[in-house]
């Protein structure tokens, strides 16, 4: 689940891929953070249905996972559907809650993936917050303004 695979698929038909990024400046713990990342994928053929739908069964198969990188602690992930606005053709969300660290050092977080299928284009939004919950307000109006610029 770590890894988007079922997205690898598409990239031989991929004319263009752009991305935007937004961090927040830490909040009053050092460690609270939001970052947000949206692309926007254009494909010569439409996405078909099937890349959400392999979206969800490798959600549904890994319930839990943990990352390692280097000599840092490891990060553990629960997984959890979720629903995403009712954008494009198609649209699908999954959450993550993790954790790493523990007693004073522990960090906790929440991550949302969410993909929307519009055509020819996938828009694909990931938001990340340590120490903070997630924005839903912002996250809906980002995607939603990802989507209608693809209308204009």
């Known amino acids: 689940m770590a890894e988007d695979a079922y997205l ?3 990239n031989a038909g991929q004319r263009v891929r752009e991305r935007a990024r937004y961090t927040t400046t830490p909040g009053p713990v050092g460690t ?4 947000v990342v ?3 994928r254009s494909h010569t053929m439409p996405v078909p249905p099937s890349v959400l ?13 943990t ?10 992930f629960n997984v ?4 995403p606005p009712a954008l494009g053709q198609q649209s699908w969300r999954v959450d993550y809650h993790f954790a790493a660290g523990s007693g004073p050092i522990r ?18 939004l990931y938001v990340t917050a340590i120490r903070e919950p ?10 939603r303004a990802a989507v209608t610029a693809l209308d204009t």
Do not use: W, Y
């Not at 960090?107 to 694909?124: D, E, P």
């Not at 997630?134 to 995607?143: A, F, N, R, S, Y």
């Open 67 to 76: 990352a390692r990188s280097g000599n840092n602690p490891p990060i553990r």
């Open 38 to 40: 949206v692309e926007v």
């Open 53 to 65: 739908a392999e979206a969800e069964t490798a959600r549904r198969t890994c319930p839990a996972f």
């Open 107 to 124: 960090i906790t977080g929440h991550s949302s993936f969410l993909i929307v299928r519009v055509g020819h284009n996938l828009v694909t």
């Open 80 to 83: 959890h559907a979720a629903t």
């Open 8 to 10: 690898d698929q598409l």
């Open 32 to 35: 609270a953070s939001t970052e």
């Open 134 to 143: 997630i924005d839903e307000k912002l996250v809906t109006k980002m995607v």
